[in-house]
């Protein structure tokens, strides 16, 4: 068995260089301040990310997105459920159950519209948090990863 000391050594050098650990941390930090943000729409900086993904994929099946976004299929399910009770998404119900596309509502176009004001507030509030030449290097990195994705596609 591991001495406490040689596990707070592993700890500590995981806490100090592991980037899966930092971003999940920073990750959390800035949900936080979208999420307050939005509150008051009703919408969380998750739902945010759909919206934002279906209008710009336009009509998007679901697995596409889930690539495009970078997240689960669970997730994305649960969700997109929420999203069409609230009228946000629709979901063509003629094509194969399993692929059917979403497309952005008129009502969650017009909650995307709504919403920038308190973006542009939480978008403030982050940029002030991380610096500008954070912002400038993630906005990089998220570039090239679509980008990349582009052109696997």
């Given at each position: ?20 650990v930092r ?126 994705d582009a052109?696997?596609?």
């Open positions: 068995m591991a001495r406490k000391k040689d596990n707070t050594s592993a700890a500590e050098m995981i806490a100090r260089e592991c980037l899966g971003m999940r941390i920073l990750n959390r930090a800035i949900t936080a301040v979208y999420d307050e943000a939005l509150r008051p729409h009703g919408l969380r900086v998750g739902q945010l990310n759909i919206l934002v993904g279906v209008s710009r994929m336009g009509p998007a099946r679901p697995g596409d997105l889930c690539r495009f976004l970078r997240m689960d299929k669970s997730t994305l399910s649960r969700d997109v459920e929420l999203m069409r009770r609230n009228g946000w998404l629709e979901v063509d119900e003629s094509s194969d159950k399993r692929a059917r596309p979403l497309r952005i509502s008129a009502e969650g176009q017009a909650l995307l519209e709504a919403v920038v004001p308190a973006w542009r507030h939480a978008q403030g509030r982050v940029e002030a948090m991380l610096g500008t030449e954070a912002i400038a290097a993630l906005g990089q990195v998220a570039d090239r990863l679509w980008k990349e052109a696997g596609s």
